[in-house]
């Protein structure tokens, strides 16, 4: 694996998941894997989850990892090719990726996306510039468009928690929130369920809710959620914005909010959500605080994947280990 970026890049999702399912079991297998070795994380945008997680997968392999939150500290960086800049970045990716490259043996970069040009966004300008720029492989900790290390947790959770012989039923469904968000849980999860293959999948959305084709291909949509939630097995609940009619919110119904009621119809389904998650808006307290709630589990995770995927990128062992 050269870069990790979308389920492109995991061409044995099955291998990847037992893989991480290897190290939850024991996290110090390969703990000299990563030794003399240094991954950077580089923030544009506020994280708990992936952050921590990140951190704690590269120092269970031995590496060193350095977190930069360079939205907030670093030179305001040039994301556009022949910039004249004039205004307020400082820096050029072109200049800092290399430098960045010279330092650390994996970089792992988290964007967001501006939400206003549907076309810029889903360029992924920012993580391509560092993908051509910085010389050494490049992880996704979420981009303008897809959040790769959640989907492949997500995949893991499912995979766990799922024991029986048939596919299970994973419904992903649209939830009301108060501020337009990303589309990349969504557009991620659907991805690496249909990569993975493993399931009959789901989408329900209010109308005008449509994601990208490209990755809800092989999914069956329908806006009729309490048709959709039947006999689920799990439920992903995440809000994003129009596609369409980009970064939009026509509606925050919340009608849409996962209830007790609903849950009676599906197949006693387990709840995910990939964090952070309003309260009371999105998901409600009796959802979340339920036994049929696998978020903590999902977060955890996290970890694993990480784990996964650093352990993918970097060179074989030192000989013996
Ligand atoms: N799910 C997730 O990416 O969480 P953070 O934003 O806290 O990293």
């Known amino acids: ?37 240094r991954i950077g994380l580089l923030f544009l945008n506020p994280s708990l ?13 031995g590496m060193e990892a350095i977190v930069f939150n ?12 022949e910039a004249i800049m004039s205004g307020t970045t400082v820096e050029h990716v072109k200049d800092a990726a290399p430098v960045l490259g010279k330092y650390f043996d994996i970089l792992g970069i988290r964007t967001f996306p501006s939400l206003k040009n549907r076309e810029d966004d889903y360029s992924e300008l920012y993580i391509n510039q560092f993908i051509k720029y910085a010389g050494i492989p490049i992880i996704s900790l979420e981009s303008a468009t897809l959040h790769p290390l959640q989907s492949l947790t997500d995949v893991i959770t499912i995979t766990e928690s799922f024991k029986q012989k048939r596919k299970p039923k994973i419904v992903l469904t649209w939830a009301p929130h108060v501020k337009p968000l990303p589309q990349c849980v969504a557009n ?7 990569a993975w293959g493993k399931a009959n999948f789901v989408i329900t959305h209010p109308e005008e809710y449509e994601l990208d084709e490209q990755f809800t291909k092989g999914a069956t949509i329908i806006t009729d959620q309490h048709k ?23 509606c925050n119904d919340p009608e849409w909010m996962l209830t007790k009621k609903k ?59």
């Open 1 to 37: 694996m050269k870069n990790f970026i979308s389920a492109h890049d995991a061409p044995d999702i099955n291998a990847l998941v037992k893989k991480a399912l290897g190290f939850k079991n024991d996290p110090f297998k390969e703990k000299r894997k990563g030794i003399n070795k």
């Open 70 to 81: 360079i939205g907030h500290e670093g030179w305001a960086l040039e994301f556009e090719e």
């Open 188 to 194: 991620s999860f659907s991805q690496w369920i249909n």
């Open 263 to 321: 849950l009676k119809i599906t197949n006693n389904g387990k709840i995910m959500h990939c964090l952070p998650v309003r309260r009371n808006v999105e998901l409600s307290d009796e959802i979340l605080d339920s036994t049929n709630s696998i978020v903590t589990q999902q977060a955890a995770n996290r970890v694993w994947a990480a784990q996964a995927v650093l352990s993918e990128i970097l060179p074989p062992s030192p000989k013996g280990e």
């Open 228 to 250: 959709a939630l039947k006999d689920a097995d799990f439920i992903y609940v995440k809000n994003w914005s129009t596609y369409k009619d980009y970064g939009k919110i026509y």
């Open 49 to 61: 989850r992936t952050r921590l997680s990140t951190q704690i997968a590269a120092q269970n392999l």
